[in-house]
């Protein structure tokens, strides 16, 4: 099943909760249609990133589209499903870009946090700098741009024909086809989308100024100090 807005009238990504225990969602409405995904902060994160990368590469003056007091969530909060696959691309001829969401598939749900438990500890772990995509080391920009170009690829493919993408049966007959959306939004409005997403995953946790792991406000054992200390978040 898939479902189209073409164009939306709006698109965001933020979160509900307090840092650390924070649920991320993307929601688009056309009209009186109302859709939200569940969605991983990683990919909230690599989103952003695509949208900045793929709009340099455009090369037209994008103005800063809607405010952020715009951007936040529309109730009721009832998400259709939680997206796995995401692929972004961008449309030349109507200066559009386009973005999909696919289910996740059943095999890869356990591995996914509860429902709602979508930002812990070791999601954390590695993400110095996040919300920022100039400034990153070297090795997180290259592997940055290798997933942004990775997701670019699937798009590719997936809308090789767009109207083949929905006659498109998996190899076991028995396994069920899994529900994909795809909104078409101008560049300002996912430009807002990139800058309210990097803002809303930079809320998170302070971090441990000697091993970079998010501080929790119940304490922080840190393992640079080999168990020996103990820091709190203030």
Known sequence: MLIEFDPVDRITADAVGEPGKRTFYLQARRGDRLVTLLVEKQQVQLLAASVVEILSRVGRETDQGPEEEAMGLEEPLEPEWRAGRLSIGYQEERDLLVLEAEEVEDEDEGETEDEGETEDEDEDEGEEGEGEVEDEAPDEATENLE???????????????????????PDDPDRPVPRRVRFWATREQMLSLARHGAAVCARGRPRCPLCGNPLDPEGHICPALNGHGELTST
């Open 147 to 169: 997933a942004i170009e990775a997701l670019e690829r699937e798009f590719e493919e997936a809308t090789a024909n767009l109207e083949g993408l929905l006659l498109t049966q």
